[in-house]
């Protein structure tokens, strides 16, 4: 027996992003998945909710899990996100043993789109190799990139040129990258451009971009960056967490 499982994009906090494909999706299955995430990040729940209750015909029955935390002490990054992640696919493993129907459908909403530094569908695989018949379907969602973009009016690329899309860690680790104009940077808690010799380089950076309490600030990386590590501590303090994205660009 086959179950379904549908990893529905649905951009970066703003319900208007959800597509009518992700409605759809959402609407035909059984049971839709809702991770926590801790108190800090109550408001990630809550729009989960308030998209299940508020924005479905067919509101499928919503089965709430706690979400493990990766241990950051763990000596090398990897193996400390394998471990996370094999912890991940057992929770999903005993809700859908628990909840779902047999030949049912199940979903879960990825926050931004389920291809783009997310790991739903590596976790889907774990849950495959555990020996759960599992069809996977991906509905694309709005990424925080385009939003980011699109908030501050620019082009992702240079005419013809290539872009880079990294981490925060690559970034500090290996500096900037060669043979590229544009990085995009992903995933970074810890401003790490300021790891970055500031001359020649312009930032375009989004904090909850998409979302009513976005916050964007742009300019040369010399000028923009205390005024960005300054507001996004702010709103981390006043929010209790934020997610945020930035475009560094060779002027």
């Excluded at 569908?121 to 379907?137: H, N, S, Y």
């Excluded at 990139?145 to 690329?157: G, K, W």
């Excluded at 971009?209 to 742009?218: E, R, S, Y």
Aim: proline content about 6%; some cysteine.
């Amino acid at each position: 027996m086959t179950t379904t499982l549908s990893l529905v994009g649905i951009g970066s906090g703003n319900p208007d992003h959800l597509t009518r494909q992700a409605i759809k999706a959402l609407e035909r299955a059984d049971v839709i998945l809702l991770p926590r995430k801790g108190e800090e990040k109550t408001a990630l729940a809550d729009l989960r909710r308030m998209i299940a209750s508020e924005l479905l015909k067919k509101t499928p029955n919503v089965v709430e899990f706690d979400y493990p935390v990766r241990d950051a002490n763990t000596p090398k990054y990897h193996d400390g996100v394998n471990t996370w992640h094999d912890a991940l696919a057992a929770i999903w493993q005993n809700l859908i043993a628990t909840h779902v129907p047999p030949n049912g459908r199940l979903a879960l909403m990825v926050w931004g789109d389920p291809s783009l530094y997310d790991s739903t569908l590596r976790i889907a695989d774990r849950v495959i190799a555990r020996g759960i018949d599992l069809a996977v379907e991906v509905i694309p969602g709005i990424t925080s990139l385009q939003m980011l973009t699109a908030a501050h009016a620019i082009p992702l690329n240079t005419l013809g040129d290539p872009v880079l899309i990294t981490t925060g860690r690559k970034l500090r680790e290996d500096g900037w990258p060669s043979g590229v104009q544009t990085v995009a940077v992903m995933l970074d808690g810890e401003c790490s451009f300021q790891h970055l010799a500031p001359e020649g380089l312009n930032i375009w950076w989004g904090g909850y971009v998409g979302m009513k309490q976005q916050i964007l600030i742009d300019g040369p990386l010399a000028e923009a960056s205390p005024k960005i590590i300054e507001a996004r501590a702010d709103a981390r303090a006043k929010n209790g967490w934020i997610m945020d994205i930035y475009l560094l660009r060779k002027s």
